[in-house]
């Protein structure tokens, strides 16, 4: 079979259209509540706040996890933070809420229905690809 030169231009395309949708998905922003008094986060609490672990900020204040329904970002997030894949991470909140141990985390279909709700919801911390700048968020780093 010969590849000809449409073809090679093509795959490319593929390639460079599939970079950079992975380079969009790896730009993920942990999002809080702006009155949230912790500037930063480590990852060890970020993914025990996600998983169910723990339930407050390390300054003690209440934590409040939402995420994103599915798609790229979430995923991302998952594996980068989680370190768990969508299906995993699902099962186990299922079983939290099945055992009595949790309730499912509000989740959203859009970045920008997760940012509206961290925006006015004391203790809610999230995630997103982009930020808008402005005062109604309040961006967390994120620190090993």
């Keep these: 079979m010969r590849i000809t030169g449409i073809t090679r231009a093509y795959v490319a395309g593929l390639l460079v259209v599939s970079a950079l949708a992975a380079a ?25 706040i996600f998983t169910g672990v723990r339930s407050r900020f390390g300054d003690g ?9 599915g798609g790229p970002v979430h995923e991302v ?9 969508p299906d995993e991470f ?3 909140w299922r079983q939290a809420v099945f055992t009595g141990q949790g309730s499912m985390l509000k ?13 006015v ?18 961006i967390l780093t994120v620190v090993p």
Aim: hydrophobic share 40%; net charge positive.
């Design 90 to 92: 699902r099962t186990l």
């Design 24 to 48: 969009k998905a790896q730009d993920v922003v942990i999002v809080a509540y702006p009155g949230v008094p912790v500037s930063q986060i480590t990852s060890s609490q970020l993914r025990d």
């Design 121 to 138: 919801t004391p203790g809610a911390i999230g995630y997103a690809s982009r930020v808008p700048r402005n005062d109604s968020i309040k």
């Design 107 to 119: 989740e959203f279909t859009s970045e920008a229905q997760l940012l509206d709700y961290v925006a």
């Design 77 to 85: 997030f998952l594996r980068r933070h989680v370190h768990q894949e």
């Design 61 to 69: 204040s209440r934590a409040i996890p939402v995420v994103l329904k």
